[in-house]
């Protein structure tokens, strides 16, 4: 049966990626959408590219994994082509894992082009096994809110003004142009509630070559957030065909 | 005939409102069986219970000897469904949609490709197999859609309302394709409005009206019973619909 799930999980994704993401809407709300924002902070306050770098990234990666969830999920619903997937001999779970997967992909590749781009421009030489346990779990941990914000409504337009919410929220205060240290202490707490700020300093440490003690943390840390975003989402998807 | 279909006392509650109310029936192996009924009468519900859509409120039904409630999966790897809406992916050519049915269900790697083709074939779809499923014609998306139900070959096929929506031709070349399923010795369930098409396809039929099963038999022992010509006239009759047709008929 796990095998049943886990070909379901494969499948569905792959199908996405075909059906969905590589299309120009997606591509431009994932990687030109963060380059834009960034370049628009730069061009606002000039000063060193590269502190703005690990903040480029990581909105890569939210909104690159979210760009196409509202169509895979709610436009899906409202056509009937997800009812179609749970009709398919595998669990409600391995749909939804399969649906998460297919923005983790696009994330991956999307992140991959801006980060190697990134680092061959200027000339930085990020630690790589840090970057991977950083940009792993959080493209799930964006994915899976992605997911889970879609289920909570119907309405592709609706999936996509709740998308854009947590996406502004977090570019604001999770030290994506901003550093979290410097904000004043309520905020800080806010940040430290938001998964993107592990992200963000998760990479400024695989940039800045320091200590880096913390990745693991961070990496738990992550992990339990996208625990946090996917269990909840399964639960309501399976509410909603009750 | 051993029973594919087994339901007893099968119910389904929204809030306030049955839908299923304590329905009980069985489908013979190899039988083509019907369910009718007005709109709103459950049909479409008692579909999404046994193919695990939905979960049922109270009662139990077991196809192909599995339980729909503890053993959902083994029911849904033997079954194939065609829901009302053909609801297959527009940006996917006819072919790509039937081997993304095959990759979902586990057919061998080997055979795919193959299947998907002889599907198309059969269906007489083979010459559009690379166009986009958002250009073909609603009777060939019907027919794709069935044709992707059957990528696995499914030993029990459901078909919720297979001919609404299509023209006399359409219609008339999908209910050919269902004899022909039902002499490759697939079990049918299926849904209907259409009494006609019910009287031509159908082994035996139900039928339900507001969630209750009034009748259960062949259309021609249904028809004996009311004393009626037609089924369509049995159906009025035992759905109790027929002073309101009369009504409506004098008022003309």
Redesign the interface.
Known sequence: ?QL?NL??IF??AL?DI???YFKPPAISWGIVFPITWILAFYLRNPGSFEELVPGLIAMTILFSTTAAEAVVINFELR???L?????????ISAVLLGKVLGGVVFGFVMTTVVTTGSAIALGLHPNLVRLVLIIIPSLLVFSSLGALLCVLVKEVFEAQTLLNLPRLLMIFLCGVVYPVSKMPLVLRYFSYALPLTYTVDGLRFSFSGGSGKVIPEYTLILTGFFLLCILPAVKMLSKK?? | MENVIYVKELTKRFGDFTAVDEISFEVRSGEVFGLLGPNGAGKTTTIRMLTGLSKPTGGNASVLGFDIRTDIINVKKRIGVVPEISNLYDELSGFDNLLFMAQLYGVPRAGRRKRADELLKTFRLHERKDGLFRTFSRGMKRALTIASALTHNPEVLFLDEPTVGLDVVAARSLRNLISNLRRQGVTIFLTTHYLEEANILCDRVAVLVKGKIMAIDTPQALKDKTNKSTLEEAFMKITGLEPEVLAIEKGK
């Not at chain 1, 009812?83 to 669990?91: F, N, S, T, Y």
């Open positions: 049966m049943d070909r379901g499948y569905i199908k075909k059906t969905y056509i009937g082509s009812e179609r997937l749970l009709l398919a001999p595998i669990d065909f009750e």
